[in-house]
């Protein structure tokens, strides 16, 4: 709908007045020029804007820019002028005025525009340092709009009354390096703010420090670069100011550099035997602090156990190449079963460390097995034991093959059968037959164990009737005379050697005394008879001894 004739027309008298310019040079030309469409085209009954004698704009007149001192009342006031779209001043506006934390408005933040339109209050800085912006607003007529300007003022610390730290302290850097950070304070005045312009000097008994005087900037901090000296350990340096909290303090450690380094580049075996040399022996490759090969000779490398105990056997310490290649050939370990991981050095290198080395027992050892031979009986078997250790004293488990067992003297026998019982534990058994001794060997891989040959005294069985033998002797012509000799044997036929056992003779029926010799051997006493064929029966503890009954 078009705009009311009231106002179109009193729109082109303020375009035609002696206000034009003014209106102009406040509202700028784009502001006049939307003014002038809106004059000369239709609009909504419902656009509101500010008639004569209403504000319509805001502007600083005075006091912006200015610079004092934290906590200080600014020299000038903070003025603004609230005018109408002609640029007339309106009076009795309300001005509010919105400060930052901790500043101060005087007589207060809401001020009423006079007949000159304009307010003005008496500012305070804030006690924090740097640009302080404060915004006026006057009430606008039209809800939506804002009537809006900011002043911006500078405030500046108060004389300096103390040093801080600002940063720095505790670093770790290598030794001969500077500190990655620089070593800062900062001066201050009682609101804590940077003061510039303050001489700080720097002092270090180890290392150096760049600049050692050093005046603090704008924003009151004053920074040095720290060296290091050449030894690892604490770095001390202070600054020093005319200020309270002077000499500040500051520390640093000093790190050795990254030392060259050994790289194990072949493991040795996963799996050894113990006492036996690596079937993979160790290799290492020196290497600079950033993992180049070093071409260095003659660098001497050692190995220890690292873990798991025992002792290394071959050669210890190997030397590098000219390619700075270090090759151990002979290196064993010496122990128990168990892991163990090695530790190799060399002076002024990163050591290396193996990976886990499984050992396991050794090959069996004549000197620390043993074996146990008993007498024999003949006829009985014998048995032998074996225990296998090896030179590590760890009992050694089927190593049978290891076992040479033979036997000479009175029962001769070779290559006797051995069993692994468990635990290094063997058995052998043979029977022997005859009374007398055996010389038992027994040799582990190729050599004797201690005490061999073994003596194995082997006695005769119980008498067994079956091998017994008797001299049945008949002698004369018309009548006859009847002797027997009994000689007690064991089962193999051995003379028993010795009396006590129950031996009868009976001639045709009669028992006959029996004399024991005590020797084995048994004689009947004579019997004298007229039967030219005499039985003779021999029972020896109760049965028919071999060939009874006799006929002489």
Not at 119 to 143: D, F, H, M, N, W
């Amino acid at each position: 709908m078009p705009l009311p004739t009231d106002f179109r027309r009193s729109t082109a008298t303020v375009l035609r007045s002696r206000t034009t310019e003014p209106l102009r040079r406040r509202l700028g030309p784009a502001v006049a020029c939307s003014l002038i469409l809106l004059a000369l085209a239709g609009c909504g009954d419902s656009l509101l804007l500010p008639s004569a004698g209403e504000p319509s704009q805001i502007e600083i007149v005075g006091g912006n820019d200015q610079t004092g001192t934290v906590g200080q009342p600014l020299g000038d006031s903070l003025v603004v002028e609230v005018s109408d779209p002609a640029g007339r001043p309106v009076p009795g506006v309300e001005v509010v005025f919105l400060a930052p934390a901790g500043a101060a408005l005087s007589p207060n933040n809401t001020v009423m525009t006079g007949s000159d339109g304009r307010a003005k209050v008496s500012y305070t800085l804030a006690t924090v340092s740097g640009e302080q912006t404060i915004e006026a607003r006057a009430k606008p007529v039209v809800p939506t709009a804002s009537l809006t300007t900011t002043f911006t003022q500078t405030a500046e610390p108060e004389v300096a009354t103390g040093l801080v730290m600002a940063g720095g302290d505790g670093q770790t850097a290598e030794v001969r390096a500077a500190l990655h950070d620089s070593l800062a304070v900062k001066a201050v005045d009682r609101f804590n703010n940077g003061v510039p312009g303050v001489e700080v000097s720097w002092e270090t008994e180890n290392g150096s420090v760049s600049p050692a005087t050093v005046v603090t900037g704008a924003d009151g901090r004053a920074a040095t670069q720290f060296t290091l000296g050449q030894r690892p350990g604490v770095y001390q340096s202070t600054a020093t100011a005319e200020l309270a909290g002077s000499p500040i303090p500051f520390e640093a450690t000093g790190i050795a550099p990254p030392s060259p380094q050994l790289v194990l580049v072949t493991q040795p075996s996963a799996t050894a035997t113990a006492g036996a040399p690596f079937d993979r022996q160790p290799v290492l490759q020196l290497q600079n602090a950033v993992g180049a090969p070093l071409l260095q000779a003659d660098v001497a490398v050692t190995v220890q156990i690292a873990s798991g105990g025992g002792s290394l056997g071959g050669s210890t310490t190997a030397t590098s190449n000219s390619q700075g290649r270090v090759t151990f050939e002979d290196l064993s370990i010496r122990g128990r079963p168990g892991v163990r991981t090695l530790l190799f050095a060399a002076v002024d290198f990163t050591p290396a460390t193996s990976r886990e080395i499984d050992v396991r027992t050794g090959a069996p050892d004549p000197g620390q097995s043993s074996a146990e031979v008993p007498n024999g009986t003949a006829g009985v078997a014998t048995t032998l034991s074996v225990h296998l250790e090896d030179e590590f004293g760890t009992p050694v488990s089927g190593a049978e093959g290891a076992i040479a067992i033979s036997v000479t003297g009175a029962n001769p026998a070779a290559s006797l059968s051995v069993t692994d019982e468990g635990g290094g534990s063997y058995v052998a058994s043979y029977v022997p037959a005859k009374v007398g001794v055996d010389n038992v060997d027994v040799r582990v891989s190729g050599g004797p164990v201690p005490g061999s040959p073994f003596a194995s005294t082997v006695v005769h069985g119980p008498p067994s009737p079956s091998t017994t033998t008797a001299q049945v002797v008949k002698s004369g012509a018309f009548f006859y005379r009847v002797d027997a000799t009994v000689t007690t044997r064991d089962a193999q036929g051995n003379p028993i050697g010795q009396g006590g056992d129950r031996v009868e003779v009976l001639i045709d029926g009669s028992l006959v005394p029996v004399t024991d010799n005590g020797n084995g051997t048994y004689t009947s006493a004579s019997v004298v008879t007229f039967n030219p064929n005499p039985e003779v029966a021999i029972t020896l503890n109760g049965s028919p001894i071999n060939g009874s009954p006799f006929r002489p």
